[in-house]
């Protein structure tokens, strides 16, 4: 199986910066697109931003301009640097990679997705 290990999160001031990481291990042939999910309390979880192995990025409007998703790929992980924060920015952030464990799973396209535990966002205003 594949594990997603976030870090980073913790709690800061509105106008401040975190940098989340998430790290994968496991049984891995290669991982697909990479990408954060948040979810605050009493709401759907939400798209935050993603990144292909290429490097190509897309975010939502609500953090376009404030947020920057990364990724080293000889390290299987994805970074997640916020600035700018604010209040609505609190949630818990999940890591999600789609990956393939074997060449065959690559050859079948029969990804899954794995997520991380989750690591806690709090902003104060």
């Known amino acids: 199986q594949v594990q997603l290990v976030e870090s980073g999160g913790g709690l800061v001031q509105a106008g401040g910066s975190l940098r989340l990481s998430c790290v994968a291990s496991?049984?891995?042939?290669?991982?697909?697109?990479m990408g954060w999910y948040r979810q605050a309390p009493g709401k759907e979880r939400e798209l935050v931003a993603t990144?292909?192995?290429?490097?190509?990025?897309a975010y939502a409007d609500s953090v376009k301009g404030r947020f920057t998703i990364s990724r080293d790929n000889a390290k299987n992980t994805v970074y997640l640097q916020m600035n700018s924060l604010k209040p609505e920015d609190t949630a818990v952030y999940y890591c999600?990679?789609?990956?393939?464990?074997?060449?065959?799973?690559?050859?079948?396209?029969?990804?899954?997705?794995?997520w991380g535990q989750g690591t806690q966002v709090t902003v104060s205003s």
């Open positions: 999600n990679s789609r990956a393939y464990r074997t060449p065959a799973e690559y050859l079948r396209q029969n990804a899954n997705d794995y």
């Open positions: 496991g049984t891995i042939f290669t991982i697909d697109v």
């Open positions: 990144i292909t192995g290429g490097g190509s990025a």
